[in-house]
């Protein structure tokens, strides 16, 4: 737990071991909010200095894991499943392994999904094109 004299370091932005909710959320270009429901999913458990919410350089670091996740399209339930494999296997096999299978099927449904967009693209150009020669023809 930290001391009073760390949670007020962390608060007034000096280097320590220990982060504010408003220190994470400026670093990492997210609110608060988003920290705090993160928190209420159980992914991060911050420490209490008193009233206050601090956070260690672990919580960075699976915030940072986290948001990495989301961009990359992957579920909380995902994610929560990888961040708990690397308490659980301190070899990291289990955690590199569960990393690989998620990584193909969400490389292998944005290719479908790049296959359902290429023929959409297609499919608008042509009606674009339709478009634009029966306008080019009433305007004759």
């Given at each position: 737990?930290p001391?009073?004299?760390?949670a007020?370091a962390a608060?007034s932005?000096?280097?320590a071991?220990?982060?504010s909710v ?14 705090r ?5 159980g ?5 209490r200095?008193?009233?206050a ?6 919580d ?8 990495r ?16 494999l690397?308490?659980?296997?301190p ?10 299978v998620?990584?193909r099927?969400?490389v292998a449904?944005l290719?479908?999904?790049?296959v359902?967009?290429?023929?959409s ?13 029966v306008?080019a023809?009433?305007?004759?």
């Amino acid at each position: 737990m930290p001391s009073s004299s760390q949670a007020h370091a962390a608060a007034s932005g000096d280097t320590a071991p220990f982060y504010s909710v408003s220190q994470l959320a400026k670093q990492l270009g997210v609110t608060a909010r988003t920290i705090r429901f993160y928190e209420d999913k159980g992914l991060v458990a911050p420490q209490r200095a008193g009233t206050a919410r601090v956070y260690t350089h672990r919580d960075r670091a699976r915030l940072v894991l986290i948001l990495r996740g989301k961009k990359l399209g992957f579920s909380l339930r995902e994610i929560r499943d990888y961040l708990d494999l690397y308490d659980a296997d301190p070899t990291h096999h289990l955690q590199t392994r569960q990393l690989l299978v998620l990584v193909r099927k969400r490389v292998a449904k944005l290719q479908e999904q790049r296959v359902a967009i290429d023929q959409s693209l297609a499919e608008l150009t042509e009606i674009d094109r339709q478009c634009e020669a029966v306008l080019a023809s009433q305007a004759e």
